[in-house]
């Protein structure tokens, strides 16, 4: 299929109602949806549950303790995901297109899919799932590159009840044998290789050094993009075509699940340890990106929805596959990068298919900023009404660029704040509905209580203020557990500030009453809106034998948002101090991948410590930004003079 043999040429017109149901349609709206949510939280998502295809209804529709944290929602509720991204939509939209895939070359034929195609193609998929053992509460790993296969392995997990783990195709075989291995998956599905750019990357490899450390896979599927030759251990690898032709019932009864029954896992990066495993529930998750995708975005019934982040991040999960499905839209998805074969890709691709909403991320709109802006002006957008916003904050200039450039002054920007912890978006203007301010998320969505609170875990009344960005009421897309060690949960989320969910995240609330998202106050960097923590990274840079310590910091990037800047401190003075660099990266492309490759490495000889043995990060931070007039005090640390050898090295 990803080949363009599938194209389906006669798409029967839609004969539906344009505007989408339970949706905001005015500001007046969005402000009694809000008073009721915040008064009445169980009678306002129990009424939007109601749109939903349950096998059983729920008995309670919420109980939570954020002490513990136990939080569920539509307890006792019956159903499955898939039944209610597409059976339920195969009545009335079976010949709507649900799926548009865009390849990477643009020579190459692109393939749409209709609700009723994606059906049967997510049913095949499923029951080659279960020929090859895979059942209800199995966790598969799935490591893809962006084609429609992806997507159609995301659902056919949801359809048996197997636990998806999405794992990015940018990471290392270190990085997917730790996932693999802490979620103890059962399978892995992947691809012999993808395209990315002008280049092509073989993703079947990386997935063999990676099974070296696992000893729980005994399955994996393989779907054929470049075909290529690829090393197939017998008994162990399948290729997904051969399997498909094993298989000829074109339906799959979907699984019975509970509402709390886990759906996915998705590794993230935290200022402690090892990347978690945030765990979303089936029924909660549901609810919450599809009411959040209707709202925010505004999709009309016949309008075509582009994101452009990659089904491995969580942007991916819930505005590709999960929210736009659920709501019965159009969903694009793009194989390729927005500078290939040129910096007009993303343009062209939005006249090429009538893109109607298109969601991008910050750094994505800097690097196309960069260029010529005849590449965006060489193309109509004519279809375009909204624009979307995420991963960082969007910087004003690249806001207004967007706005101009992209948007002709006739779109509103949605600048949708949000984490993979939340499951959804969070804070964010609807398009068209609510008050825009560049660089602003403005407001909380209906049934999101957002709050500010200081270093004392005071909350903040008022406006014109700054603080830590808690939310204090719990909403049905949020974080379950973290795979395996409910206590991490607890720690990183609900420890900080008692009886609140802690963001990590530093927020200004302005005089109206609008959010602006500062960044984050915890050590985690945000590089083009990837989320690494520093010490995962220093504990990459510390495999290298010659390193004795490291300290990661973020600085900020032109394009990037923030780049990594690490210092180094080595056993024995460097000598060849570009072959060391080289070779530091080379391991944290090896622990990680190439997405976390330091920017700037400066080899120190100590690093500014309290006398307890804490580094001061805020000092290396300074440093790295080319601020040095004013560290602060540094008399009280172990051993001052370290700072102005570090000034004096700074890259
Ligand atoms: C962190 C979450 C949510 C999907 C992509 C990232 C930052 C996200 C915004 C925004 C300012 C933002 C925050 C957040 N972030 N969206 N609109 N404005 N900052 O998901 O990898 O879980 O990262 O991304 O710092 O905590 P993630």
Same mark, same amino acid.
């Given at each position: 299929?990803?080949?363009?043999?599938?194209?389906?040429?006669?798409?029967?017109?839609?004969?539906?109602?344009?505007?989408?149901?339970?949706?905001?349609?005015?500001?007046?709206?969005?402000?009694?949806?809000?008073?009721?949510?915040?008064?009445?939280?169980?009678?306002?998502?129990?009424?939007?549950?109601?749109?939903?295809?349950?096998?059983?209804?729920?008995?309670?529709?919420?109980?939570?303790?954020?002490?513990?944290?136990?939080?569920?929602?539509?307890?006792?509720?019956?159903?499955?995901?898939?039944?209610?991204?597409?059976?339920?939509?195969?009545?009335?939209?079976?010949?709507?297109?649900?799926?548009?895939?865009?390849?990477?070359?643009?020579?190459?034929?692109?393939?749409?899919?209709?609700?009723?195609?994606?059906?049967?193609?997510?049913?095949?998929?499923?029951?080659?799932?279960?020929?090859?053992?895979?059942?209800?509460?199995?966790?598969?790993? $799935?490591?893809?590159?962006?084609?429609?296969?992806?997507?159609?392995?995301?659902?056919?997990?949801?359809?048996?009840?197997?636990?998806?783990?999405?794992?990015?195709?940018?990471?290392?075989?270190? !990085?997917? !044998?730790?996932?693999?291995?802490?979620?103890?998956?059962?399978?892995?599905?992947?691809?012999?290789?993808?395209?990315?750019?002008?280049?092509? $990357?073989?993703?079947?490899?990386?997935?063999?050094?990676?099974?070296?450390?696992?000893?729980?896979?005994?399955?994996?599927?393989?779907?054929?993009?470049?075909?290529?030759?690829?090393?197939?251990?017998?008994?162990?690898?399948?290729?997904?075509?051969?399997?498909?032709?094993?298989?000829?019932?074109?339906?799959?009864?979907?699984?019975?699940?509970?509402?709390?029954?886990?759906?996915?896992?998705?590794?993230?990066?935290?200022?402690?340890?090892?990347?978690?495993?945030?765990?979303?529930?089936?029924?909660?998750?549901?609810?919450?990106?599809?009411?959040?995708?209707?709202?925010?975005?505004?999709?009309?019934?016949?309008?075509?929805?582009?994101?452009?982040?990659?089904?491995?991040? $969580?942007?991916?999960?819930?505005?590709? $596959?999960?929210?736009?499905?659920?709501?019965?839209?159009?969903?694009?998805?793009?194989?390729?990068?927005?500078?290939?074969?040129?910096?007009?890709?993303?343009?062209?691709?939005?006249?090429?298919?009538?893109?109607?909403?298109?969601?991008?991320?910050?750094?994505?709109?800097? !690097?196309?900023?960069?260029?010529?802006?005849?590449?965006?002006?060489?193309?109509?957008?004519?279809?375009?009404?909204?624009?979307?916003?995420?991963?960082?904050?969007?910087?004003?200039?690249?806001?207004?660029?967007?706005?101009?450039?992209?948007?002709?002054?006739?779109?509103?920007?949605?600048?949708?704040?949000?984490?993979?912890?939340?499951?959804?978006?969070?804070?964010?203007?609807? !398009?068209?509905?609510?008050?825009?301010?560049?660089?602003?998320?403005?407001?909380?969505?209906?049934?999101?209580?957002?709050?500010?609170? &200081?270093?004392?875990?005071?909350?903040?009344?008022?406006? &014109?203020?700054?603080?830590?960005?808690?939310?204090?009421?719990?909403?049905?897309?949020?974080?379950?557990?973290?795979?395996?060690?409910?206590?991490?949960?607890?720690?990183?989320?609900?420890?900080?500030?008692?009886?609140?969910?802690?963001?990590?995240?530093?927020?200004?609330?302005?005089?109206?009453?609008?959010?602006?998202?500062?960044?984050?106050? &915890?050590?985690?960097?945000?590089?083009?809106?990837?989320?690494?923590?520093?010490?995962?990274?220093?504990?990459?840079?510390?495999?290298?034998?010659?390193?004795?310590?490291?300290?990661?910091?973020?600085?900020?990037?032109?394009?990037?948002?923030?780049?990594?800047?690490?210092?180094?401190?080595?056993?024995?003075?460097?000598? &060849?101090?570009?072959?060391?660099?080289?070779?530091?990266?080379?391991?944290?492309?090896?622990?990680?991948?190439?997405?976390?490759?330091?920017?700037?490495?400066?080899?120190?000889?100590?690093?500014?410590?309290?006398?307890?043995?804490?580094?001061?990060?805020?000092?290396?931070?300074?440093?790295?930004?080319?601020?040095?007039?004013?560290?602060?005090?540094?008399?009280?640390?172990?051993?001052?003079?370290?700072?102005?050898?570090?000034?004096?090295?700074?890259?």
């Amino acid at each position: 299929m990803a080949k363009g043999d599938n194209q389906t040429e006669n798409v029967t017109p839609l004969n539906l109602q344009t505007r989408m149901s339970y949706r905001i349609n005015s500001f007046e709206e969005y402000k009694e949806a809000y008073k009721k949510s915040v008064e009445d939280p169980e009678a306002f998502w129990s009424d939007i549950a109601e749109n939903f295809q349950w096998r059983q209804k729920w008995d309670k529709v919420l109980e939570w303790d954020f002490e513990k944290p136990d939080v569920k929602w539509f307890l006792n509720g019956k159903l499955n995901i898939t039944e209610n991204c597409l059976d339920r939509h195969l009545k009335t939209r079976g010949n709507k297109l649900a799926l548009i895939w865009e390849p990477n070359d643009p020579k190459e034929k692109f393939v749409r899919l209709t609700y009723k195609e994606l059906h049967e193609e997510v049913c095949k998929f499923a029951n080659v799932l279960k020929r090859n053992g895979a059942k209800k509460g199995d966790r598969i790993c $799935i490591y893809m590159p962006m084609i429609p296969e992806l997507a159609i392995a995301v659902l056919a997990c949801a359809r048996i009840g197997a636990v998806h783990s999405v794992v990015f195709a940018g990471f290392s075989a270190q !990085a997917i !044998a730790g996932r693999v291995n802490d979620a103890s998956c059962s399978m892995v599905i992947t691809s012999d290789g993808l395209n990315r750019g002008a280049k092509q $990357i073989p993703v079947k490899r990386v997935v063999d050094e990676a099974m070296e450390q696992c000893k729980t896979v005994e399955k994996i599927i393989v779907v054929e993009r470049l075909g290529w030759a690829v090393n197939m251990v017998e008994g162990r690898d399948v290729w997904y075509h051969d399997e498909l032709k094993q298989v000829s019932e074109k339906n799959c009864q979907a699984e019975e699940m509970d509402a709390e029954d886990m759906l996915f896992i998705l590794y993230t990066s935290g200022s402690t340890g090892k990347p978690k495993g945030v765990v979303h529930s089936c029924g909660g998750y549901m609810v919450y990106a599809d009411y959040t995708f209707r709202n925010v975005f505004q999709y009309d019934e016949s309008d075509v929805y582009w994101c452009t982040a990659d089904i491995g991040w $969580i942007t991916g999960h819930s505005y590709i $596959i999960y929210g736009p499905l659920l709501a019965g839209a159009t969903t694009m998805m793009f194989e390729g990068v927005p500078t290939y074969p040129d910096n007009g890709r993303f343009w062209q691709i939005c006249d090429k298919h009538g893109v109607n909403q298109f969601y991008t991320a910050p750094t994505a709109i800097r !690097a196309l900023m960069a260029g010529d802006v005849d590449d965006v002006l060489s193309y109509s957008l004519d279809s375009l009404k909204t624009l979307g916003s995420v991963g960082e904050p969007i910087n004003e200039e690249a806001w207004q660029w967007y706005h101009l450039h992209v948007g002709k002054e006739k779109c509103p920007i949605v600048d949708t704040w949000w984490q993979t912890e939340t499951g959804g978006i969070m804070i964010s203007p609807l !398009a068209g509905i609510t008050e825009l301010k560049p660089a602003h998320a403005t407001y909380p969505l209906p049934g999101v209580q957002p709050v500010l609170v &200081d270093a004392e875990g005071n909350e903040i009344e008022g406006n &014109d203020v700054e603080g830590h960005l808690c939310i204090k009421f719990p909403w049905p897309g949020m974080i379950r557990t973290t795979y395996g060690d409910h206590e991490r949960c607890r720690q990183t989320y609900f420890s900080t500030y008692k009886g609140k969910y802690f963001t990590g995240d530093g927020a200004k609330r302005d005089k109206d009453g609008m959010y602006r998202i500062i960044g984050r106050v &915890d050590d985690v960097i945000n590089v083009s809106g990837h989320r690494f923590g520093t010490a995962e990274i220093e504990s990459a840079i510390n495999e290298h034998p010659k390193v004795v310590e490291s300290a990661v910091v973020g600085y900020p990037h032109e394009i990037k948002g923030q780049g990594i800047y690490a210092y180094v401190i080595t056993a024995e003075e460097v000598k &060849d101090a570009e072959t060391v660099r080289g070779e530091i990266i080379e391991k944290v492309v090896q622990m990680i991948g190439k997405i976390a490759k330091p920017e700037k490495i400066q080899f120190v000889s100590g690093l500014p410590k309290t006398r307890s043995g804490k580094i001061m990060r805020r000092i290396l931070r300074k440093v790295a930004e080319g601020d040095t007039s004013n560290l602060g005090d540094t008399t009280t640390l172990l051993d001052p003079d370290v700072v102005d050898e570090i000034k004096a090295g700074a890259l």
